[in-house]
């Protein structure tokens, strides 16, 4: 391994996957903290956690019922009031699907 | 003495007694905005004439000796993290800086009906992300003690605010020490509730399994008072736990005399300014005079906080800062995009750089092939942590600390070096890592008159014992009376 924690092509893979724009400024500030970073997290390896259960969550989940009871949920006015872009009571987005090619 | 400079209790008594007006209370609030928001910018939305009109409102009730709310007549600022309905909540991101809630937080509801007033929402690190308040994306938030210094964060504008005496009552959200940070930093009480003591519905979600909303007020009795009236278990948020909410407030008088509390070697070692050590051992040394018994306590992973702390909070920062797609709600980027190019374009212009650096290390860690070696790795040191706070809470009723490293540092100081201001958390992160309760109180002044703070932790769910420790010390320092010199 070189001794650069992260590439900037890793950061530029990480950031695909987060659908992040990144300047190319940003990209290099970036892969330069993350890589700071990432030394310091590896003190973590100093510690021997083969047989340590992994905690998720601090207050033991009993997992709750209730009953299926149909209640107002938020109406469809106030849902759409916020969104950049809407239309017939849905929110709008840029094309999705491609127009269909003339057969032939 | 001016209204703005008394606290939520005394203010309520004379309420009640028709010596002072919900009206004039909320004027004289107003005044004192007027008079010092703009050396300290702890607002992002005042919200002066709709307190107004709800103060008639609760003295027409008054006048009608109708029963009131616990809060009834006193302001509250909120921090802009949590949603109030038809207030815009931004979380001083240009994400939501056009979002108004069409709903209202769990805890915004208990206020309203307890009878609060909200006078406006605070400013505050973008999405919670920092400690200083310097990642808002409008301004940064001065400290009421010397304004060339940051006030913390990321609840600055809370601490700001009830340090300066624009509002009476805050609420601030804790992931990492976002409440105690700037409490101690800004001279006031902050309470970070135990994990599920107090609902997360209408908090904007940072790091799901850290996050709590909690007071951040001028005195212990008040944070009891605050905390008494928003606890509880709340059945649209499944991590709320179903026990019954104590009466904090009367907790507060029971006797400290035999009370067992541990110090922790590992917070009083390198890195800790010596300034707030002294200020902590003298805090120490006073509670020794009346019964408290002190034995050092060892919890030894404390160095590892840190970085589990940036790997797990960040990985949840990842997953829930995914849903800012410019669909719903928020900030969306115009141009001539497909859908995936919006998101993209969207979210790069819509996040500041903090928050990017944080989705960035959260997705990292998550990714294919990192998992194992980061994420998976923290959560077990998370569980190293956490058995460190049961051995000590085996031996001891409570632990004290210092809140933070530091007093407050300078505006610019810690902004080009993300690690060093992630160190400012070292001495808070623990408490949420492991769920506990932890509080922060004023508990001297350097030689700069800048406020120092101390930190009692508690086990899950004994926010009373903690409660009357802290008020019994605030009662007996006297810190809590000094007003910032602005």
């Known amino acids: 391994m070189s001794d650069k924690r992260i590439t900037e092509e890793e950061v530029a893979y ?21 890589g700071d970073i990432l030394s310091f997290i590896d003190k973590l390896n100093e510690l021997d956690t083969e047989k340590v259960t992994p905690i998720f969550q601090v207050v033991p989940g009993e997992g709750r019922f209730r009953e299926d009871e149909v209640v107002p949920s938020l109406p469809r006015e106030d849902g759409l009031a916020n969104a950049p872009e809407r239309g017939n009571g849905f929110f709008k987005v840029p094309k999705v699907i491609p127009e269909r090619k003339e057969e032939g | ?87 815009r909540t931004t979380c001083s991101s240009r ?50 003690w010397d304004t060339s210094r940051v006030p913390g964060g990321s609840s600055g504008g809370s601490a700001a605010a009830v340090s300066a005496g624009e509002t009476i009552l805050a609420l601030g959200s804790d992931t990492g020490g976002s409440i105690r940070q700037p409490a101690a930093l800004c001279g006031i009480v902050g309470v970070k509730p135990t994990y599920g003591r107090v609902s997360r519905y209408g908090l904007v979600a940072f790091a799901s399994s850290l996050d709590q909303i909690g007071p951040m007020t001028r005195t212990v009795a008040d944070s009891a008072l605050l905390l008494s009236v928003i606890a509880g278990y709340d059945p649209a948020d499944s991590t709320s736990v179903d026990r019954p909410v104590p009466d904090y407030l009367s907790a507060l008088e029971g006797d400290i005399k035999g009370m067992k509390v541990g110090i922790p070697k590992e917070y009083f070692g390198e890195g800790l300014d010596p300034e707030v050590e002294d200020k902590v051992r003298e805090a120490i040394s006073l509670l020794s005079t009346l019964g408290v018994e002190f034995s050092e306590v060892s919890l030894p992973h404390t160095e590892y906080a840190i970085p589990v702390y940036y790997l797990v909070a960040t990985a949840e920062a990842s997953s829930n800062l995914a849903r800012y797609d410019g669909v ?29 650096r944080r989705i960035m290390l959260g997705t990292y860690a998550l990714s294919a092939g990192y998992y194992d070696a980061y994420y998976l ?63 922060s109180l004023p508990c001297g002044f350097t ?21 009357r420790l802290a008020h019994r010390y605030e009662q007996e320092a006297g810190y809590y009376k000094r007003m910032p010199p602005i």
């Open chain 2, 447 to 467: 030689k700069e008159n800048l406020p120092v703070g101390l930190q009692i932790l508690a086990p899950p769910f004994s926010e009373e014992l903690m409660l």
């Open chain 2, 377 to 439: 790795k923290a959560q077990k040191v998370r569980s190293l942590i956490k058995e460190d706070f049961d051995k000590a809470f085996s031996e001891v009723d409570l632990i004290i600390t210092p809140t933070s490293p530091t007093p407050a540092f300078k505006l610019g100081e810690r902004v080009a070096d993300p690690l060093k201001m992630y160190l400012s958390d070292i001495f808070t992160v623990t408490t949420n890592l492991a769920g506990i309760t932890g509080i």
């Open chain 1, 14 to 34: 990480v950031a695909r996957l987060a659908h992040l724009k990144l300047s190319s400024e940003e990209e290099k500030k970036i892969t330069k903290d993350l």
């Open chain 2, 328 to 356: 719903r709600y928020g900030f969306r980027m115009e141009g001539d995009f497909s859908l995936r190019e919006m998101y993209i374009e969207t979210r790069g212009m819509g996040f500041g750089a903090e928050v990017k």
């Open chain 2, 1 to 87: 003495m001016e209204l703005y400079r008394m606290t939520a209790l005394e203010l309520s008594s004379l309420i009640r007694k028709g010596e002072v007006s919900p009206s004039s209370l909320v004027e004289a609030v107003a005044k004192r905005i007027e008079e010092v928001e703009e050396k300290l910018s702890s607002y992002v939305t005042l919200t002066i004439d709709e307190a107004l009109s709800e103060a008639k409102r609760v003295e027409e009730r008054l006048t009608k000796g109708e029963e009131l709310g616990p809060l009834a007549g006193i302001p509250i600022a909120v921090k802009d993290v949590i949603c109030t309905k038809g207030i």
């Open chain 2, 95 to 144: 994400m939501l800086e056009n979002f108004v809630p069409p709903y209202d937080a769990t805890v915004v509801r208990k206020l309203k009906e307890a009878g609060a007033i909200i006078i406006g929402k605070t400013n505050m690190d973008e999405f919670a992300m920092g400690s200083s308040t310097e990642n808002s994306a409008f301004f940064p938030t001065k400290n009421p």
